[in-house]
Nanobody
Framework: QVQLVESGGGLVQPGESMRLSCAAS????????IGWFRQAPGKEREGVSC????????YDADSVEGRFTISRDNAENTVYLQMNSLKPEDTAVYYC????????????????????WGQGTQVTVSS
């Protein structure tokens, strides 16, 4: 079992930055690829960014490429999502999720591959 807890959400103005954290716990918390997803009211859940267990491979959705950066600190069992140049359309509940071990370099933004999910943190971008 893996437990995931997101933090760092809140209210920011357009153009500002915010960093989300995802703290993982459990006996195998260091052996998972991690993804960030978001869901805005009335919309489907959207994959944002993901990172492989070995911290080598990352992937960002087109909607956030160049603005968001995912990283992880396996020693601290924490994954970060640095969000820059935020836009109102980035407003959503952000979730981190853990994908069971396949290989050190495996990564995916397919939400159906993820077995463990955090409770989410609200990000609101508004002036």
């Amino acid at each position: 079992q893996v437990q995931l807890v997101e933090s760092g959400g809140g209210l920011v103005q357009p153009g500002e930055s915010m960093r989300l954290s995802c703290a993982a716990s459990g006996s195998t918390s260091g052996y998972f690829a991690i993804g960030w997803f978001r869901q805005a009211p009335g919309k489907e859940r959207e994959g944002v960014s993901c990172i492989s267990r070995n911290n080598v491979n990352t992937y960002d959705a087109d909607s956030v490429e160049g603005r968001f950066t995912i990283s992880r600190d396996n020693a601290e069992n924490t994954v970060y999502l640095q969000m820059n140049s935020l836009k109102p359309e980035d407003t959503a509940v952000y979730y981190c999720a853990a994908l069971p071990y396949i290989s050190d370099s495996y990564y995916s933004l397919d939400p159906y591959k993820y077995h463990y999910w955090g409770q989410g943190t609200q990000v609101t971008v508004s002036s």
